[in-house]
Nanobody
């Protein structure tokens, strides 16, 4: 069964850092494009960062550019989201999603047929 599981969320103060993990089981994550999305209370889910499977090119939303990084660890079959200088507006449930490279037409385009995790809560509060 194809599965991704997120971990690493928590309660932190503004300015702190966190590293979220998206660990895959049942498939090799380096054959998949991976995206991180977040959903704040009362808001729609939005894309945060994505990494391609072909050349590891990345995308970051303007709101996180310069603060967040996304990278692969193929030995651990995991994609990480490194979050620095966290702000209260970064609060939300962070979910990762994976799509096989053969199905990718554009980076950061995913749908409900892709492999989604359950999410991990990130709360940034003083």
């Amino acid at each position: 069964q194809l599965q991704v599981v997120e971990s690493g969320g928590g309660l932190v103060q503004p300015g702190d850092s966190l590293r979220l993990s998206c660990a895959a089981s049942g498939f090799f994550l380096d054959d998949y494009a991976v995206g991180w999305f977040r959903q704040a209370p009362g808001k729609e889910r939005e894309v945060v960062s994505c990494i391609s499977s072909s050349d590891d090119s990345t995308y970051h939303a303007d709101s996180v550019k310069g603060r967040f990084g996304i990278l692969r660890d193929n030995a651990r079959n995991t994609v990480y989201l490194r979050m620095n200088t966290l702000k209260p507006e970064d609060t939300g449930v962070y979910s990762c999603v994976a799509r096989h490279k053969r199905l990718v037409r554009r980076l950061c385009v995913f749908d409900r047929y892709d492999t989604w995790g359950q999410g991990t809560q990130v709360t940034v509060s003083a």
